[in-house]
């Protein structure tokens, strides 16, 4: 399979960087409109190849890893031959891109622990795409993490929790390393992270509801619940509520 990577910026990077660590068995081609260093670093780093101009029908999958602003003409402007088309950039629709291409096309929303293989791609497939290319879109992002099918209406929910929440994860960090003093900063990341990663997993594998799950760790009158309290009167839940309805929108 020959990928191409039309756009080599950060979540092309991220997503290349996945694919490789996997093991995915596919040329792998990435281009640029014009920063040749970016190119001759990303050759360096992963071993990919790196053109300057690109001629699409020679590719079985197109990745559109572009500013959204750039996705339209940059269809217009080159001939399709019904190429598999995944576009990353937001607020692009597939049907918008079928429009041109004739052939099927997804909007992706991935986010940026594909790096890492621990990211949630959100996928909104198009009408001409075929099963066999939606099992191979789906089994591609697999490979960097989970994914979960989305739509017109959910996706800029979707964007919002998993696109934009790991910084706000980053802000609640930021928040509490302060009070590790006695710990150098990294350590007192490297803390809270990992009791984060524990919570993710127990999250990710028992399904028992979250009030229940914060039962195993509160006592009555206990630390956590005392700490649990303070977040209730501060109004953590109508703060996190907001903030993800404002990125959504
Ligand atoms: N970063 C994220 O967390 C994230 C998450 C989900 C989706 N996305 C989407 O991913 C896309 C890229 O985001 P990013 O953060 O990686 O942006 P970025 O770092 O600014 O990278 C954009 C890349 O696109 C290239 N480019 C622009 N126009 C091009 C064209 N016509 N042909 C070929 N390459 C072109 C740019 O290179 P030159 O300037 O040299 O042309 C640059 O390499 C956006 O549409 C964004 O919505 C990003």
Redesign the pocket.
Known sequence: MNILM???????EAIVKGWISSGLEASITM?????RE?LSFLREAYGVRTVETEDVSEYDVVVL????E?VLS?LEERRWDRQLVIS???HIAPEQIEAITGGGAVAA????PVSLRSGMTGLWYGRNITMEQRTLVNDLFLLLGETVETDERTMPAFMAAA?CSPAFFYEIVDAMVPVLDGFDELTARRIIAQAMKGASEILLRDERSVSELIDDVAAAGGPTDRGLQILKEKGLAAIMESALRESAK
């Not at 929303?109 to 940026?112: F, K, V």
């Open positions: 039309a756009g080599a910026g950060a979540m092309s281009t640029n409109r014009s920063d970016r890893a572009m500013q959204p750039g940059y990353v950039a937001a929303m991935p986010n940026t696109g």
